[in-house]
């Protein structure tokens, strides 16, 4: 089992950037798959990005692409969302999630993942 906490979220004007942390418990975090979600109010959650239990692949929603980088330091069990160029349509709540199973490329959905973090908030305003 592993716990996950993000930190970093906050206020941000449209066109800044944030980074999002995701700091796991436990000794296998490097075999766990790792994603990012999101939730806007009145919304479902949504799939943002993955990343593979080494770091080496990635795959993103396309509303985030090119904007969005996920990554990972296994040695310090965190995971990792830098977020570029935000806009007003970033605004939700971010989660961090864990599974224990291989990557696969595509936006996979929540149910496919068993461990998450409580969520940090981002809103991106003027």
């Known amino acids: 089992q592993v716990q996950l906490v993000e930190s970093g979220g906050g206020l941000v004007q449209p066109g800044g950037s944030l980074r999002l942390s995701c700091a796991a418990s436990?000794?296998?975090?490097?075999?766990?798959?790792m994603g990012w979600f999101r939730q806007a109010p009145g919304k479902e959650r949504e799939f943002v990005t993955t990343?593979?239990?080494?770091?080496?692949?990635?795959f993103y929603a396309d509303s985030v692409k090119g904007r969005f980088t996920i990554s990972r330091d296994n040695a310090r069990n965190t995971v990792y969302l830098q977020m570029n160029s935000l806009k007003p349509e970033d605004t939700a709540v971010y989660y961090c999630a864990a599974r224990p199973r291989g990557w696969d490329p595509g936006s996979l959905p929540d149910y496919e993942f068993d461990y998450w973090g409580q969520g940090t908030q981002v809103t991106v305003s003027s």
């Open positions: 990343i593979n239990r080494s770091g080496g692949r990635t």
């Open positions: 436990g000794r296998t975090f490097g075999s766990y798959t």
